[in-house]
């Protein structure tokens, strides 16, 4: 990634514009302090049963209001089987070690930290997509134990690596995404106005004709084919949006208009959490709130306005024209001889006012936020799901008939080495 420019990080101002909060108050997100939902609901979650959930309504058209959900987590640890000896006696190795932390609506949160250090893992432990290992501590969805058709219905992941067929242009892909994803009840003339509003909330409408493009063919670029993965998973209208590395492989111009995006959405009302290597300072200035991992352990986990002051506590200045993001994801990294001792970062977390803050934010959802309504995903039928795909591949052969000739070749040379 290029360098950013030289900017000074002393005192720099908490990422809060005024339509974010804005757009929580009017969006409902109630508490016992006597602000009121919309229409005029007590709260959020009877607001929501009365109208069909509007955090995330499948069955009727879409609505613009998303129901805030707060994504919490309090001592999580995560351990694979590993081989035995006299260090580890057990068997296992820790990839997650007590890691808690919170992510609310309206705020962009950035999970960081050198490789290995468990990024991956979180997010994908917070998306509910590892069934395998050992999990242990809680993980927690506007102050409740996650119930898992609940926390689906209202959360979409989009994994790092973009899977994305060539052949296809965005209004393409995009379109048999909401037939594949949406119930049969919604109307195709909801499914095509849907498109075309996430594709223009995306910045794709200007490139809505053009294919995605593959080594063959060309067609989007890195970020627009990002954007395009983002997109498709906003067709749903998700509350929490949790993404692996959004920016990985883009250079710095289409990282920083990636996330613009994202900032975009947490405007909106979303909760969005984000996995990132090493932003840039243009990058690293839009994120709320900050999460620093090492070895699986929590190092900071607060605002990104204290974090600077936090480690300047207990001896680590940040240079003043230095990347904030850069320099402590290199004071974390154990990779290297001469790094620092770690575990007095993570105890001097434990025993911070930060640490302090985090838990009383975590008790307090507990007892002030209304719990969600059990709620299911409906996705579409199976006779669409297999006539839509049926429909993609025969499309997808037609558009690259080399395929066949290649598959002929393989039969004629399979065949011929059997008969000899």
Not at 240 to 251: K, Q, Y
Not at 360 to 387: C, G, K, N, V, Y
Request: net charge neutral; glycine share 6%; charged share 20%.
């Amino acid at each position: 990634m290029a360098s950013s420019p030289a900017v000074p990080y002393t005192n720099l101002p908490e990422l809060s514009p005024p339509m974010l909060e804005r757009s929580i108050l009017e969006s409902g997100y109630t508490r016992e302090s006597g602000r009121t939902a919309p229409n005029g609901a007590s709260d959020y979650s009877s607001n929501a049963a009365g109208n069909s959930l509007h955090c995330r309504n499948l069955a009727a058209k879409y609505e613009e209001f998303i129901n805030p959900c707060v994504l919490s987590w309090s001592d999580l640890s995560y351990a694979v089987p590993g081989k035995k000896s006299d260090k580890n006696p057990y068997g296992k190795k820790v990839i997650l070690d007590q890691v808690s932390g919170r992510s609310a609506p309206g705020e962009l949160t950035a999970v960081m930290g050198p490789s290995g250090s468990g990024k991956t893992t979180l997010v994908d432990l917070l998306a509910d997509r590892i069934s395998s290992g050992l999990v242990t501590g809680t993980i927690e969805l506007n102050g409740t134990d996650r119930v898992t058709k609940t926390f689906r219905a209202v959360t979409s992941y989009v994994a790092q690596e973009d899977t994305l067929l060539g052949s296809f242009t965005v209004a393409e892909t995009m379109k048999m995404a909401a037939r594949l994803s949406l119930p049969n009840s919604v109307v195709m003339t909801d499914i095509h106005s849907r498109v075309e509003s996430v594709m223009d909330a995306m910045g794709l409408g200007a490139c809505r004709n053009t294919l995605v493009g593959d080594i063959f063919r060309k067609g989007l670029s890195g970020g627009q084919k990002r954007r395009l993965s983002i997109a498709i998973e906003l067709l749903s209208n998700p509350s929490i949006l949790i993404l692996d590395e959004p920016t990985s492989g883009l250079d710095s111009s289409s990282a920083h208009n990636v996330m613009k995006y994202l900032l975009k959405l947490c405007g909106e009302g979303k909760n969005v959490l984000c996995t990132i290597h090493q932003p840039s300072s243009l990058v690293y200035d839009m994120f709320t709130n900050v999460i620093v991992l090492s070895r699986g352990q929590i190092v900071y986990c607060g605002s990104r306005s204290s974090m600077i002051p936090h480690f300047a506590t207990i001896g680590f200045n940040c240079p003043k024209y230095m990347n904030p993001a850069e320099y402590f994801v290199n004071l974390v990294n154990t990779d290297f001889e001469d790094h620092v001792d770690v575990t007095k970062l993570v105890y001097a977390y434990a025993e911070s006012n930060v640490k302090k803050q985090l838990l009383d934010q975590l008790s307090a959802d507990r007892a002030t936020l209304r719990h969600l309504p059990d709620i299911e995903l409906r996705p579409s039928s199976a006779m669409r799901q297999f006539s839509v795909l049926m429909y993609r591949n025969t499309l997808n052969n037609i558009r690259n008939p080399g395929i066949y000739w290649i598959r002929l070749f393989m039969y004629f040379c399979l065949s011929f080495m059997v008969g000899t």
